[in-house]
C-alpha cells in the first residue's frame, strides 16, 4: 500500500526540488525556489552584470568596468554567484547533473526579459573546451546550457568556436602580452555565415570576463555584429583589459 501510494505521489509530483528537495509539479524547482531564482538578480551592470547600488551611475557602464575595453556588447548573468547560484553551477560540472541546464536556461530566459529581445536570426555559442579536456571530460556544461537557451528561445545553436590553447594563467603577464595571448586562445570556423549576427555566447559563470573578451573578439574579427555574454553565475572579478 506504501508502495502504491508512492507510486501514485510520484505521478502527481514527479520532480523533487534540487534546492529545497520538496515536491514539484511541473518543474524540478518548486514554486518558491524558481521564484528566488528568477528575482536573484537585482540592479546591475547591462555591460558587465555586476551587481550595483541603487543610486549608481550608469553611463557607459558601472564603476567596475567604465573605460575596459571588454570584448562583448553585454552581459546578462541570472545572478550573483553565490548561494543557491554557486551551488547549482557547482552541480552543473558534473555530467550526471547534465539534466539541470535545460531547467537552469528556462529560468534564465524567463528571469531576464533582455535574452530575449535578439533579433531571430541570432546564434546560441558556448564556450568550448579545449578539445583536450572535451575528450577526457566527454561534456561540457556551458554546451549544455546553450542547447537549452537555444531550444527556449528557438535560435539556432551553432559551435564556431575552437578553442586551441588552454586559457594559460595570466596573473604576472604584463598588458600586452596578455592581449597576445588571450588572442590565441579561440579560432572561428564558418566565418561566412556569422557575418552580421547578434551572438548570445554561453559560458556557466563570468568572472574576470578574460575567456568570454577573447571569444567575442575572436567572433567580432570574423564579422559578428554584437556578442552578449549569456551566464548562470556573475562572479566577482576585475575584467581584464
Ligand atoms: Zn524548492
Ligand atoms: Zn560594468
Redesign the pocket.
Known amino acids: 500500500m506504501a508502495e502504491g501510494c508512492r507510486a501514485l505521489e510520484a505521478l502527481v509530483f514527479p520532480w523533487v526540488?534540487?534546492?529545497?528537495?520538496?515536491p514539484?509539479v511541473d518543474s524540478p524547482?518548486?514554486?518558491?525556489?524558481?521564484n528566488?531564482l528568477v528575482n536573484a538578480s537585482g540592479l546591475v551592470c547591462e555591460r558587465c552584470a555586476m551587481p550595483l547600488g541603487p543610486w549608481s551611475n550608469q553611463v557607459g557602464g558601472c564603476f567596475e568596468c567604465r573605460g575596459r575595453p571588454l570584448g562583448f556588447d553585454a552581459a546578462i548573468a541570472l545572478g550573483p554567484y553565490e548561494g543557491t547560484i554557486r551551488d547549482l553551477c557547482l552541480r552543473l560540472k558534473r555530467e550526471s547533473n547534465a539534466w539541470l541546464a535545460p531547467w537552469l536556461a528556462k529560468v534564465l530566459v524567463d528571469a531576464r526579459a533582455e535574452v530575449r529581445q535578439v533579433p531571430a536570426d541570432s546564434w546560441v555559442v558556448p564556450i568550448p573546451l579545449h578539445w583536450r579536456r572535451q575528450w577526457q571530460r566527454g561534456y561540457n556544461q556551458a554546451d549544455a546550457l546553450a542547447r537549452g537557451i537555444s531550444k527556449r528561445l528557438s535560435l539556432r545553436l551553432a559551435h564556431p568556436l575552437r578553442r586551441v590553447r588552454s586559457t594559460p594563467h595570466l596573473a604576472s603577464a604584463g598588458r600586452s602580452e596578455r592581449a597576445k595571448v588571450m588572442r590565441e586562445v579561440f579560432e572561428v570556423r564558418r566565418r561566412q555565415a556569422l557575418g552580421g549576427r547578434t551572438v548570445l555566447l554561453v559560458d556557466d559563470i563570468l568572472t574576470t570576463g578574460a575567456t568570454c573578451g577573447a571569444a567575442a573578439r575572436a567572433l567580432k574579427r570574423a564579422g559578428a555584429a554584437r556578442v552578449v555574454v549569456l551566464v548562470i553565475g556573475r562572479a566577482e572579478g576585475i575584467p581584464l583589459k
Not at 526540488?17 to 520538496?22: G, S, V, Y
Not at 524547482?29 to 524558481?34: A, I, P, T
Open positions: 526540488c534540487p534546492i529545497c528537495e520538496q514539484g524547482f518548486c514554486e518558491s525556489c524558481r528566488d
